[in-house]
């Protein structure tokens, strides 16, 4: 099982872009816990996230929220196109890319 964690500004921008995540794990069986969650939570969140994707809005805040989490775990971006086009393929294919980097 993987845990990811897309933050956002308020933590509901991104259940639709969660949502369609989860969808595509279904389908190819992939056993993956995803959920959102406002950016001023980091602490309490990241402590259950193997992963933790960014939403273009709380860009701004990727040294912060790395700096927070202060534990070996990617924090990556949702490239601005995959995110307003709610591509949920592409987004877990991008944090399955990084967590096989981190391995």
Not at 32 to 37: G, T, V
Request: aromatic content about 4%.
């Amino acid at each position: 099982m993987v845990n990811i964690l897309l933050l956002c500004a308020s933590g509901m921008s991104t259940s639709l872009l969660v949502e369609k995540m989860k969808e595509v794990a279904d389908d190819r069986h992939v056993a993956a816990n995803i959920w959102a969650a406002p950016a001023k939570d980091i602490a309490v969140e990241a402590k259950k996230a193997d992963i933790v994707l960014l939403g273009p809005q709380v860009l701004y805040m990727r040294d912060k929220i790395a700096f927070e989490i202060g534990r070996d775990i990617p924090v990556v971006m949702v490239p601005m196109r995959e995110y307003g086009m709610m591509d949920g393929a592409s987004v877990l294919d991008l944090a399955f890319e990084h967590l096989d980097k981190k391995h």
